[in-house]
């Protein structure tokens, strides 16, 4: 408990898409380690705060903190340079491609240059994405199988495999059960615990609540753009999940008239 | 399995039907030996079209200005070589080179402007048209008296002087051809022995066979029967290294799986880091290149430059690609089918000719071509799904 250093920082991010104000000044801390769930009812600003955290997104205001450095997120690739991943809601696969294809799509292994050419190392990648997915325990008949033939839950495996494949520093998770059936959805719960205790940090998304409590050592509550709630995930289920519920829908705000519309 | 196999195979049969058909027909004359190397020099300006198309289609765009382009700078080549006095040396690379700015003019506007390809190049296609009526204005058909050039689209390579050995063969090709052979043969092996030694599935051991031994077959026929008349010509030399550059590039390098993920989820491409916009210009440059290529090849082929050069080529070498298997949904094709799909194109122009059917059907036969294929690429990916 002493020494919780934080991976991520985010200060009071403000994000506007013409009239509408996704983002009213949002602060949230990730800590090494931690799986932080991340709730709010449809249009709170969920995707879009993990947007911005994942380079997609420019916040109008506010500032981030890799590590206690400030960064400039400027683009998907260069937060994912900083250790930063995101598997997204609507799955960032290529389905005419194979499993180790996907996995290293975009940091493909090489084995030499001719001229312009980057001449591929298949081999190497097949093998290490037979590691990566012995490690997680995924089970995919075949890294040389084409995503398309795979079921949601091995697409979704797949995709978070590859989120955190690269010496990732935190891997961010919108919705990753969503459209999964309930046997397939605890296979990617089970992940993202297996994940966890192999020393990853992690921010999932999920309007499943029984998931988020599952999971998530802590929970943050967005309402309309802000932060109505932070707390640990600690008692039982059905009080978790009536408290939670209170945020969601506004009975509840612990951080109500802090100032974050004004500045 | 099954319906792979009907995807893969689909054009192959379609080949082996057109080639049966014709053959009959004519009595003999299309699978003759003369007609067999003239078909192979009259695939090859729609080969080389179909392979740049395979790209375009695969990062799911489209390419209509090829045809004229291709007119347009067999005409430039004529008027550089004549006009200009060039020497061939200097106007092959010359006309290239503007193919290539011709194909980043359209990268530009379908990457950069955002206008959709089909609008962009229908542009192009019009434009072409016109600049190749402009080009051939005053002359009308630019004739080329260059040997050397025309060579390409007729000439055959030299042979290998051996006096007394196997006469009247042509050694060069042979030997050109057992060297194909045994790479292809030993290349199958090697790749099927890698691919069981890392514990991945392998087709069962018949169905290997007979592919292996059924390609090797067409190889050594087609090897056989061009030895046997004047050798490979320099067309064929051309389709030959267009299909081992492209092959190698969409199967081997980075550039080939980035095309085919821009291809199959341009927004996953995009946020793996891979540059959509990048990976359009160097596809539709490609296309360019292969726009004059296919240019020079049919100006040579003529020994000269005409006004109606190019016309319809884009139609040939869009249906050769999914003859060939590219989907008209993106990220899947390959060079290999679609030169077989350009055969095929070609095939059905040079046997109609022979049977001496009136050019307005064969406009609707060349027309229906395209359309079964692309329905059947349909019917086949929706069952998959
Ligand atoms: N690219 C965009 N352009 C315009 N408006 C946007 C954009 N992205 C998000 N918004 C708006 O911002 C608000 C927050 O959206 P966001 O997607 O972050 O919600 P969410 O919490 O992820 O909701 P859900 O649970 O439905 O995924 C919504 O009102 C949405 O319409
Ligand atoms: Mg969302």
Known sequence: MMEKRPVVEMRNIKKNFGGVQALRGVDLVLYKNEVLGLVGDNAAGKSTLMKVLSGAYIPDEGEIFIEGNRVELASPMHARQLGIEMVYQDLALADNLDVAANVFLGRELCRRKIGPLSILDKHAMEQETTRLLD???????????????????????????????FNTRVTIMDEPTAALSVAASRKVLDLV??????????????HRLEDIYQVSDRLIVLRQGRKVCECPVVGGLDEFREQVLAYIIGARDDFAGGGQEGS | ????????????????????????????????????????????????????????????????SVGFLAGFLGAMAAIALVFWKLPVFVVIPLILGFGILAGL?????????????????????????????????????????????????NGFIPDIPLPGILPGVHKATLLIGFIILAAYVSGAIRDRQKTRAYDFKVPPLNIFVTRLVCTAAVIFLLTWILAGYRGLSWTAVVILIIFLLYHFITTQTVLGRHIYAVGGNPEAAQLSGISVKKITYVVFASMGMLSALSGMLFASRLRSATTQAGTLFELDAIAAAFVGGVSASGGVGK???????????????????LLGVDISYQYIVRAAVLASAVIFDVATRNRTV
């Open chain 2, 1 to 64: 399995m099954l319906q792979q196999n009907i995807r893969d195979f689909g054009m192959y049969i379609a080949l082996l039907v057109i080639v049966i058909v014709f053959a009959v027909a004519t009595k003999g004359v299309f699978i003759s030996p003369r007609n067999i190397s003239n078909l192979i020099n009259q695939t090859g300006y729609i080969a080389v079209l179909a392979v740049g198309m395979t790209l375009v289609i695969i990062i799911r765009h489209i390419d209509l």
């Open chain 1, 135 to 165: 490690r997680l325990k995924i089970d995919i008949p075949s890294v040389r199988a084409n995503v398309e033939k795979l079921s949601g839950g091995q697409r979704q495996a797949i995709a978070i495999a590859r989120a955190t494949a």
């Open chain 1, 193 to 206: 615990r297996e994940l966890k205790a192999q020393g990853n940090s992690i921010i999932i998304i999920s």
């Open chain 2, 335 to 353: 060079v290999s089918g679609s030169i077989i799909g350009a055969l095929v194109m070609a095939s059905l122009t040079n046997g109609m000719n």
């Open chain 2, 105 to 153: 003019l359209n990268g530009f506007l379908v990457a950069q402007m955002r206008i959709p390809a089909f609008v962009a190049t229908l542009a192009g296609w019009l434009g072409y048209r016109g600049a190749l009526q402009l080009a051939t204005v005053k002359t009308g058909t630019i004739i080329i008296p260059n040997e050397a050039f025309n060579a390409i689209g």
